[in-house]
C-alpha cells in the first residue's frame, strides 16, 4: 500500500482533529489533499512530531489529537515512545508510515527495512498500550477507525511503499503554520472556557498599548 | 555540599506564580527537590521524558494548547536538545521557558560536568538564546515571570540558567 492511498483515507476524518504531521513526503502528500488550519507540518526537528502531539493531547483532553509519523523519526526517537506510554493520553492517535526508508533525504534503507527493526514490537515493548500493524489499505482503515473510536492511545505501524510526491513546496511560511495552527486551536478551545482560555488574555494584559 | 531544599522551593514557587503549571523535566541531583515538589502538587503536571530534547516537542504542544509551561533540565540535556531548539522552537517562533541546571562551572568538583558547564554560555549565545543566571533566592520569582514573559513576546526560547549559588547550600 501507498503512505498517499493511506492518508486519502484518512483525510475526510482528519477535518475535526488536531493534526500534526513529519517533514517531506508525509507533509506534502496530507497538504496536497488540501490544507486545513487545523493541521501543522514538522519540516525538521526530527523525532519531535509525537512529543508535539503529546503536548497537545494532554493539555486539550477534550480534543482529538493525530500525529502522522515515520520510521526514520521514530527511529531518531525511540525514547519518545516511552514517554507516550508513561502518559498515554487517551485522545491521542499515533500513526507511523514504515515505508522502511529514509525517502526524503536519498532514500537509504533504515532500520526497520527487511524487518530488522519491529517498529509496532518496539512500540509494544514500550508500553503502548494498543498497538495496530496494518498491511493492507482494508487494516490501515479499519485500524484507524477503531482508534479513533476507542478511548486509549493507540499506535498504527503502516508498512507503505517506499514512494512520494514528485514535487515539494506549501503556499506558506514555517512560522506562519505554527503562528496560524496556535490561533486556530486558541479560538476553538476558548469558548469552553478554562485555563487554556486564559492565556491569550494573560499575555495582551502584559502588554502594553 | 548538598542541595537547597529551601531554594529549590522558591524557584518552585517563582513558577507556580508565573501561571506555569505543566512541567517537563528529566530528573538531576539539583532538580530533584523542586521536582518532588511538582510531583507532590495536585495542581501542576509532570512529564518526565526519556530524553530532553523531547521537552522541546511536548512544550511546543503545550504552547499551541494554551498551556504556560517550563522546561527543566541540566545543561547536559539542554545541549542534546539543541536541534530541537534550531528547527523546531527557533524554526517556527515557538516561545519556551527552560529552566536549566548549570552544573559544571564555578566551584564544580566532578570533572565529568566541567565540559558541559564550560561551554553552556558559548552555546547558548551562539543560538542567540536570550538568557540569564540565577543567583540569589530573592531574586528568582521575578526572573522566572520576566524571562517568560520575553519568552511569549519574542517567541523564543528563553534559559535561565540555575546556577550553584541558589541550588546549594
Given at each position: 500500500?501507498?503512505r498517499?492511498?493511506c492518508?486519502?483515507?484518512?483525510?475526510?476524518?482528519?477535518?475535526?482533529?488536531?493534526v500534526?504531521?513529519?517533514m517531506?513526503a508525509?507533509a506534502?502528500?496530507?497538504?496536497?489533499l488540501?490544507?486545513?488550519?487545523?493541521f501543522f507540518?514538522?519540516?525538521?526537528?526530527?523525532?519531535?512530531?509525537?512529543?508535539?502531539?503529546?503536548?497537545?493531547a494532554?493539555?486539550l483532553?477534550?480534543e482529538k489529537?493525530?500525529?502522522?509519523d515515520g520510521?526514520?523519526s521514530?527511529?531518531m526517537?525511540?525514547g519518545g515512545?516511552?514517554?507516550?506510554a508513561?502518559?498515554?493520553?487517551?485522545?491521542?492517535t499515533?500513526?507511523?508510515?514504515d515505508?522502511g526508508?529514509l525517502?526524503s533525504?536519498?532514500g537509504f534503507?533504515?532500520?526497520?527495512?527487511?524487518?530488522i527493526?519491529?517498529?509496532?514490537?518496539?512500540?509494544?515493548?514500550?508500553g503502548?498500550?494498543?498497538?495496530?500493524?496494518?498491511?493492507t489499505?482494508?487494516e490501515?482503515?479499519?485500524?484507524a477507525?477503531e482508534s479513533?473510536e476507542?478511548?486509549?492511545?493507540?499506535?498504527?505501524?503502516?508498512?507503505v511503499?517506499?514512494v512520494?510526491?514528485d514535487?515539494?513546496?506549501m503556499?506558506?511560511?514555517?512560522?506562519?503554520?505554527?503562528?496560524?495552527?496556535?490561533?486556530?486551536v486558541q479560538?476553538?478551545?476558548r469558548?469552553r472556557g478554562?485555563?487554556t482560555?486564559?492565556?491569550q488574555a494573560?499575555?495582551?494584559?502584559?502588554?502594553?498599548? | 555540599m548538598?542541595?537547597?531544599r529551601d531554594?529549590s522551593?522558591?524557584?518552585?514557587?517563582?513558577?507556580k506564580?508565573?501561571?506555569?503549571?505543566?512541567?517537563?523535566?528529566l530528573?538531576e541531583?539539583?532538580?530533584?527537590?523542586?521536582l518532588?515538589?511538582?510531583?507532590?502538587?495536585?495542581?501542576?503536571?509532570?512529564v518526565?521524558?526519556?530524553?530532553?530534547?523531547e521537552?522541546?516537542?511536548?512544550?511546543?504542544?503545550?504552547?499551541f494548547a494554551g498551556?504556560?509551561?517550563?522546561l527543566?533540565?541540566?545543561?547536559h540535556?539542554?545541549?542534546?536538545?539543541?536541534?530541537?531548539?534550531?528547527?523546531?522552537?527557533?524554526?517556527?517562533?515557538?516561545?519556551?521557558?527552560m529552566?536549566?541546571a548549570?552544573?559544571g562551572?564555578?566551584?564544580e568538583?566532578y570533572p565529568?560536568h566541567?565540559?558541559g558547564?564550560?561551554?553552556?554560555?558559548?552555546?547558548?549565545?551562539g543560538l542567540?538564546?536570550p538568557f540569564?543566571?540565577?543567583?540569589?533566592?530573592?531574586?528568582?520569582g521575578?526572573?522566572?515571570?520576566?524571562?517568560?514573559?520575553?519568552?511569549?513576546?519574542?517567541l523564543?526560547p528563553?534559559a535561565?540558567?540555575?546556577?550553584?549559588?541558589?541550588?546549594e547550600?
Open positions: 500500500m501507498k498517499a492511498e492518508i486519502e483515507a484518512l483525510y475526510p476524518e482528519l477535518e475535526d482533529r488536531l500534526v504531521t513529519i517531506g508525509t506534502q502528500e496530507l497538504y496536497d488540501g490544507h486545513r488550519e487545523n507540518y514538522l519540516q525538521h526537528a526530527m523525532g519531535l512530531a509525537s512529543s508535539i502531539g503529546l503536548g497537545l494532554m493539555n483532553p477534550d489529537v493525530a500525529v502522522l520510521d526514520g521514530v527511529l526517537n525511540m515512545l516511552a514517554t507516550l508513561r502518559y498515554r493520553p487517551p485522545n491521542l499515533h500513526i507511523i508510515f515505508n526508508s525517502l533525504t536519498g534503507d533504515s532500520h526497520t527495512t527487511s524487518g527493526t519491529d517498529l509496532a514490537a518496539v512500540a509494544r515493548g514500550a503502548c498500550p494498543d498497538v495496530h500493524l496494518a498491511q489499505l482494508y490501515f482503515v479499519e485500524a477507525a479513533f476507542n478511548d486509549v492511545m493507540s499506535t498504527i505501524v503502516a508498512k511503499e517506499a512520494g510526491p514535487h515539494y513546496g503556499d506558506f511560511k514555517l512560522p506562519e503554520n505554527a503562528i496560524r495552527f496556535q490561533r486556530f479560538e476553538r478551545v469558548p478554562g485555563e482560555a486564559s492565556v494573560d499575555d495582551l494584559r502584559h502588554h502594553p498599548a | 548538598t542541595v537547597s531554594n522551593k522558591r524557584i518552585y514557587e517563582g513558577i506564580r508565573a501561571g506555569i503549571h505543566y512541567l517537563s523535566a530528573p541531583t539539583w532538580l530533584v527537590y523542586l518532588q515538589l511538582a510531583e507532590d502538587d495536585p495542581e501542576v503536571t509532570l518526565e521524558v526519556a530524553k530532553e530534547e521537552a522541546i516537542g511536548i512544550a511546543a504542544g503545550a504552547y498551556r504556560p509551561n517550563a527543566l533540565m541540566q545543561n540535556g539542554f545541549l542534546a536538545s539543541i536541534n530541537g531548539i534550531v528547527s523546531l522552537a527557533l524554526l517556527y517562533r515557538i516561545p519556551m521557558l529552566l536549566i548549570h552544573r562551572h564555578i566551584g568538583p565529568w566541567t565540559q558547564g564550560i561551554l553552556t554560555e558559548p552555546v547558548l549565545r542567540s538564546l540569564d543566571y540565577v543567583r540569589d533566592p530573592d531574586q528568582v521575578r526572573q522566572i515571570r520576566e524571562a517568560y514573559t520575553l519568552a511569549m513576546s519574542s523564543s528563553v535561565l540558567l540555575l546556577t550553584r549559588d541558589i541550588m547550600d
